[in-house]
T-cell receptor, first 113, second 113 residues
């Protein structure tokens, strides 16, 4: 069974440029998360989806960040415009209905110059 | 307000000895706890979990202990192996499985041969 797939793995952009990350969760997992992980810190929740509905986006900086999960499967996370402080690893995770375990992708490392 | 804390950013242990990683939490509503392991350039992977109705859960070399009165959990690895060298995150959730996880900041474990 394929795990959570994220792309791109690495992205380097200049500040004020837009960037987008894509996530394909484990098949059948209805719950999808985007987490932000800064260097030396634990993952912090950005947004949580139940199918196509964003049920918790309170931590998402909505002035520059947006996310969507059309059709309740793949998801994209966009930053526009990117700032220097957005440099981090963006992790996607999915969760099955009957388990508390999250399965993470390898992450997308963003560097904003 | 950090609800899940790992106060030791790093731990160094000799191969074959016991590794003990600690985690404290403040939210008494948490009733499900997990440990994740993360290698460089990879996403976190699930290691072991424990429900608040238990005080111990064991899986091979890994044992998690929960002290609800102290709001403290620990992960014991016996015997430690060099391949255990990674960053370990504890995480907590409430309301049974299917709810979002709150992560600690992580502890980097180094097992020396």
């Amino acid at each position: 069974e394929a795990g959570v797939v994220q792309s791109p793995r690495y992205k380097i952009i200049e500040k004020k440029q837009p960037v987008a990350f894509w996530c394909n969760p484990i098949s059948g997992h209805n719950t999808l998360y985007w987490y932000l992980q800064n260097l030396g810190q634990g993952p912090e929740l950005l947004i949580r989806y139940e199918n196509e509905e964003a049920v918790d986006d309170s931590q998402l900086p909505k002035d520059r960040f947006s996310a969507e999960r059309l059709k309740g499967v793949d998801s994209t996370l966009k930053i526009q415009p990117a700032e220097l402080g957005d440099s981090a690893v963006y992790l996607c995770a999915s969760q099955g209905q009957h388990t508390g375990e999250l399965f993470f992708g390898e992450g997308s490392r963003l560097t904003v110059l | 307000d950090q609800q899940v804390k790992q106060n030791s950013p790093s731990l160094s242990v000799q191969e074959g000895r016991i590794s003990i990683l600690n985690c404290d939490y403040t939210n008494s509503m948490f009733d499900y706890f997990l440990w994740y392991k993360k290698y460089p350039a990879e996403g976190p992977t699930f290691l072991i979990s424990i429900s608040s109705i238990k005080d111990k859960n064991e899986d091979g070399r890994f044992t998690v202990f929960l002290n609800k009165s102290a709001k403290h959990l620990s992960l014991h690895i016996v015997p430690s192996q060099p391949g255990d060298s990674a960053v370990y995150f504890c995480a907590a959730s409430y309301g049974n499985a299917g709810n979002m996880l709150t992560f600690g900041g992580g502890t980097r474990l180094m097992v020396k041969p």
